[in-house]
């Protein structure tokens, strides 16, 4: 007999096994750049959880999502930095945050995106995602 942590729910899985499963089980042309993001964004702050959400790995931050991969079109993927569920009121519409760097494509003042197209991009765009990665999660 096996010890069951959830016992009443042998089915439910927790948030990272979610995600294992759910990458075990993806069929991506840069699925390896992609595992590589996400160890990236997990490796940003102790403080980043993850699960499935919008059918891709999405990562929370004190109990928020905040980030979620976007699967969608031929050859790339994106990441999504947004604030959650909850609407924020805001009495501004300049971004959330300061990107020096530009990599964020801003689709709203608190709504953005990189794409990656290979793994050149991946590794060209490390050092300025981790800094809006941390920059992201200090903004509510």
Known sequence: MTANKNSGDSKKLSGPEQVAEFMNKLDHPLKDKIEEVRNIILSTDDNITEHIKWNAPSFCYEGEDRIT????????????????????????????????????????????????TDKNDVKAKEEQLREVIAKWLKVV
């Open 69 to 116: 991969f976007n699967f969608h079109g031929k050859g790339l993927f994106r990441l999504v930095f947004h604030c959650g569920a909850k609407v924020k009121d805001r009495n501004t519409n300049e971004p959330l945050i300061e990107d020096p760097s530009g990599i964020l494509e801003w689709k709203a003042a608190d709504r953005a995106i990189i794409k990656f």
